[in-house]
């Protein structure tokens, strides 16, 4: 998955909500913290791996098929997406 394909699915998002909460006060909206914070953890985890690259340090998980390290991958990024959803949306509706 491309760095393209989060951003978009985020802009449907935020799409949504703004349509389910038309006229509400976007500074009430909690989900651009949330978001905030998932980017800057990203961004950690990113000098993380690199260091563990740069030190030979292997990070990979053997005995796990690539479809099933796929369908994880894609389960996390659901949870997180499902997360995001809950929290913008309560923050919206107070």
């Known amino acids: ?23 509400r006060a976007e500074s009430e909206d909690a989900g651009v913290l949330v978001s905030s914070g998932l980017i800057a953890g990203e961004a950690i985890m990113g000098v993380i791996v690199a260091i563990f690259l740069y030190l030979n340090i292997g990070i990979g998980i053997e005995g796990i098929s690539k479809l099933i390290v796929e369908m994880l991958s894609l389960a996390a990024f659901a949870g997180v997406c499902l997360y995001l959803w809950k929290t913008a949306d309560k923050s919206i509706n107070g």
């Not at 989060?6 to 703004?18: E, H, T, V």
């Open 1 to 23: 998955m491309t760095l393209a394909v989060p951003m978009f699915i985020g802009g449907l998002m935020r799409y949504a909500l703004d349509k389910k909460h038309a006229g």
